[in-house]
C-alpha cells in the first residue's frame, strides 16, 4: 500500500521475526504419562530393541512427573523379556546353575532396607517356593547407583533383589510355569506385607523406580550390558495423576503399561471381589483361595488393571481375549459391527463391566506385545513399522529418528481399536463359540418380561406429599430429576462435577441412595492430550 504521498508505509517495511515455531508455548509442556514399546515382529532377540525403547523413554522427559526440586520423578521402568544370555553369564559367577531359557523364573524384589525384616522376608519366599513344589536356585543382589537419584527418591529406596527358581520337570515351559510362579507370589504377597514383588515369571522381567527418564538406564547396571537383550520392551514415564509417587507405583506393571485414568475403578475393583466368591478356574483347581483377593487395594487404578488381567490369563485366558472384555470397543449402538462381535461383546458384558475411562495401554507377557486405545480415543498412541520388522510405538510421533525411507507402515491406533489386526483378532475370538446362540437361550431382557394388568396406584395430594416427605424427596429433584424421566423417558442432562455436601454431614434428611455416588478420576494433565 502507499499511502497520499507515494512513500511506502514504514509499518510495511519492519521484518518481524517470527518464532520458529508459532504454535509451540514452552510453558504447556505438560502431559499424562508417556509409553512406549519397541518390538522385534520376529521375534529375534536384540541389543538394539532394548537400546531403542530406553532412547524412546528418554525422549519422552515432558510426560514424567518430577518433584518441585527437578531431581526426583514420578518413576520411570521397563518391560522386557529376560535377556538369558545375560543371566547364564551373572548367575555362573554366582555358582548358579539356572539350565536353558525359561527353565527358571527370576523375580525382582523389592526388600525393606533393615537386614533382619529382609532376611525374614527372604526366608518365607524360599519356604513358600519350596511348598509349591519348585526349587529356589538363590539370589542375586542387582547391581545398582543410588547416587544419580534425588534424596528424596533415595530416602525411601528399596533394597533390590533378585531371586531365581527352577522350574519343576513336570511343568511346561511358558503359561504353566509362570502360573505356578504366580501361585507362589500370591502366597508370599499375602504372607509379607513389607516386601514389593516387582515381577516373577519365566518370560518377562520389570526393572522400575522412582526415577528421572534418563536415570533407569544409569540406576541400574543390568540395562547397560551389551548382552542384555530382548525382542519386546515396553517402556513407561509416570505422570501421578490419582495417586502419590512411588517406588511401587512405577510402571510398568506384571502385563501392562498405562496412560491415562480408570475412572471407574471404585465400580471395578468392588465387582471383581463381589464375584470372588463364586469364581472358578480348572487351571487354578484347588489353588484360586491361595490367590484370592485378585486386586489389591492398595495398588493405583492402573495397577488393579494390571491385577485383574493377569488373574484372567492365570485362569486360562488368552491376554488378549482378557483386554477385549476388560476394555470393549463401543458396541452396542455401532450398526457397522458384525453380529458375531455384538454377540461377543454382549455375552462377555453380562460377566464383566468396562474399564472405563481415557487410557492407552501396552500389554505383553513376552510372548505376544499388544496396544488399545479407550473407546473414546482420548489418549492417543501412533505407531510404525520399518523394513527390518521393527515396530516402535507410542504416545505421540518423533520419540525416535527413524530414516522415512525405512518406513513401510505408519499408523495411529483408532478409537476402541487394538494394535495393527484389529478385526482379524476379534472375529477370531468372536467367533470360537456360539455366544449368540448361547445369548438367545439364556438372556432375559426387562421388556420380555410380563407385567401384571393392574391399575397402577394412585394417592390423594396430601398422601403424596407426606410420601415424598417421608422418603426425603425435595421439590427440587421432583423438577430436576423426576419430572424430566417422567415426561421423557430418560434423565435430565447435567455437569459431570457434584459439590453438594456429603450426606452424612446434612441437616436434612436424605434419601439412601445420596449416599451412593460415582466415584471418578478428577485430575488429569491435561483432560485430552
Known sequence: RKQETGKENDMFDVKQELPKAPLYREEFEHDNCGIGACVNIHGEKSRATVENALKIVENLEHRAGKDAEGKTGDGVGILTQIPHKFFARVTKALGMDIGGEREYGVGMFFFPQEELRRNQAKKMFEIIVEKEGMEFLGWREVPTFPNVLGHKAVECMPYIMQGFVKK??????????DRRLYIARRVFEQSSDDTYVVSLSSRTIVYKGMFLVGQLRTFFADL???????AIA???SRFSTNTNPSWERAHPNRLMVHNGEINTIRGNADKMLAREENMESEHLKGQLHKVLPAISKTGSDSAMLDNT??????SGMELPLAVMIAIPEPWANNKAMSQTKRDFYQYYATMMEPWDGPASILFSDGDIMGAVLDRNGLRPSRYLITDDDTLILSSEVGVLPVDPTKIKLKERLRPGKMLIDDEEIKEKYASRQPYGEWLDNNLTELKSIHIPNQRVPEYTYEERQRMQKAFGYTYDEMKQSILPMAKNGSEAIAAMGVDTPLPVLSKTNHPLFHYFKQLFAQVTNPPID
Open 224 to 230: 547397560q550390558s551389551e548382552d542384555y537383550e530382548s
Open 309 to 314: 488381567l493377569e488373574f484372567l490369563v492365570m
Open 234 to 236: 515396553m517402556v513407561h
Open 168 to 177: 519343576p520337570a513336570d511343568v511346561e515351559k511358558g503359561l504353566p510355569f
